[in-house]
């Protein structure tokens, strides 16, 4: 029995999956022949009936054939015939007559029907469902249908291009959530210059009047001031031209350490006179030039700073070193330290502790991307023996980053 059972499983299974092209023809051929059938089964069933109603209504006559027998048998008259007997076979003559266009109308309307049912209606349905789910924009669900012919086929490709809405859905959420950090990133590093351009304009306003700074601190000033506009400048055209942070571009080029140590120690200097903080700089060891990117190194040197700055109590130090192949930014601060869920997730984006949420954690996600282009990397530790935390940052100048650009 399991061996019948398993061979009529397998010609439903290819009846099944038999293309429609060919499934329709076989369907019509099929109830065509029940239709021939059944025209032959009812002419010779009416021609039976009349045989017996002209049997009753006439006489026996003997006929004799060729070779002299005798045989016996009856006169079809229909003139002969009662009233009734007429209608009757009259009725038979067009049940012979009509018979097989009706079988044939009938067999093409359950062909149809029965066409639909099986090979039409289940994957009609499955698409109306899914197209209604799209509409809805609910993508979770699933377009099967198990048959290989033609709607299978649909149904598959169907499912294929709600797989690829799902993945594009997932991309639009990744790019609207890159334009999120974008945006807050451009509001939170506008800070740091903007503040520092306000303590150079408090320096300039406090002591112009009073004529106590030199014509070449002032011409230093200006030229601080004018970079740090410059720096706003360009950061915001690369939010304009870019999509994400991944977009953020990278361009090394060769950096003066002596002039790259004068713009770090000039925004300390300003951030002091805007008068937050106090901030200390020092420098451990500087090459004379250096392949860098200047723009990406000052731009995570904002995001520590502004980190640092809004956790600090008094003070924070800055401090740099570079070893030939290495450059290192250090930010030290004397507030209450990282936390050891801020030690694990302190760079992730929207990351944040405590009641003011503001920076949403964008700040450090920034620089830490920021390092990862420039070949370097970002950590968090607590400083040993007192309190405050500790960030370092580091940028690869070797040759290697021009790959890059």
Known sequence: MDWIDEKIEKIRDKIRNLPIRKALPAYLCIFALAGFLLTVITVGICGKWQDILYEKSSEIQVVYTANGKRVFGYTQDFLSLSTSRKAAVMILTAVQNWCPYVYAVVSMFITAVLFYRRRLKKPFDILEEGMRNIKEKNLEFKMEYNSRDEM????????????????NQKEMWRLVEEQKKLNAAFAHDLRTPLTVIRGYSDFLVKYIPQRNISQEKLKDTLRLLSAQAERLEKFSQTMKDARSVDDIPFHPEKTDCAYLDKKIRGMA??????????????VRVCENTMLADENIILEVLDNLLSNAIRYARQEVEIETECDGTMFY??????????SDAALQNAGKAYFSEGENREHFGIGLHIASALCKKHGGEISFANRIGQEGAIVSASFRLSSENLTHV
Request: charged share 30%; hydrophobic share 40%.
């Open 152 to 167: 299978g086929r649909l149904c598959e490709a169907f499912e294929e291009m709600r797989g690829h809405l799902v993945e």
């Open 269 to 282: 200097n300003a951030l002091n006179e805007a008068k937050e903080i106090h901030l200390a700089y020092s």
């Open 329 to 338: 930014l250090y930010v030290t601060d004397d507030g209450p330290g990282f």
